[in-house]
């Protein structure tokens, strides 16, 4: 099983429309989530850390279920900036190592 | 200049030359990273430094060498690449090691090896 896997998309959707990413990751002790944005042939960029106890941003919800080793990022009412992808990235096994996974690609259609 | 400056942002260099990545952070923060994003392959971890010491690499081949002189800078020296080496490579840096703030990274340096 791949540390951190996502599917890899792409996901094309109209403006507005509510869209849905999901991850799954391997090592249970893992503490530490997060959801980057990467544009395209531009550096990755931190949308939001994902709690236990999930949190929202806006439009942007992002859930944990530890149980099932499994994060989720939510997307109300897209817009065409948010096309690109997005990496879920989870702690790996030693410190300071971040486990990014290939990313999602979303594009928004006028 | 603020958050994590990465030069220069294109490389060519063919696979004899000996070329340095720059990297430099305006963060205050006391760890960085040097990562690798090939097409169509999640992003690699190449080597970790925490306050200027080295405390992780990633079985990197030796043709890449990291250096530290500081918390605000690092390097990465190139020698002897092959095509396969051609990627973006991304500096990070992060407060401590990522666990709780996640990384910032810099802009890239996109290299072609010849």
């Known amino acids: 099983r791949k540390e951190v896997e996502q599917d890899p998309g792409p996901f094309n959707v109209p403006e507005g429309a509510t869209v849905a990413f999901n991850c799954t990751y391997s090592?249970?002790?893992?503490?530490?989530f997060f959801w980057y944005r990467q544009d395209c042939r531009k550096e990755p960029k931190l949308l939001m850390s994902v709690y236990s106890s999930g949190n929202e941003d806006g439009r942007f919800t992002a859930q944990l279920n530890r149980a099932s080793q499994y994060i989720s990022l939510l997307i109300r009412d897209s817009k065409l900036s948010d096309s690109a992808t997005y990496l879920c990235?989870?702690?790996?096994?030693?410190?300071?190592?971040?486990?990014f996974g290939k990313g999602t690609k979303l594009s928004v259609k006028p | 200049e603020t958050g994590v400056t990465q030069t220069p942002r294109h490389l060519v260099m063919g696979m004899t030359n000996k070329k340095s990545l720059k990297c430099e952070q305006h963060l205050g923060h006391n760890a960085m990273y040097w990562y690798k994003q090939s097409a169509k392959k999640p992003l690699e971890l190449m080597f970790v430094y925490n306050f200027k010491e080295q405390t992780e690499n990633n079985s990197v081949p030796s043709r890449f060498s990291p250096e530290c002189p500081n918390s605000s800078h690092l390097f990465l020296h190139l020698h002897t690449l092959q095509p396969e080496d051609s990627a973006l490579y991304l500096c990070a840096s992060s407060q401590e090691l990522a666990f709780r703030y996640g990384y910032t990274f810099g802009s890239g340096t996109r290299l072609t090896v010849v």
């Open positions: 090592n249970s002790a893992s503490q530490s």
């Open positions: 990235v989870v702690n790996g096994r030693s410190q300071g190592n971040l486990i």
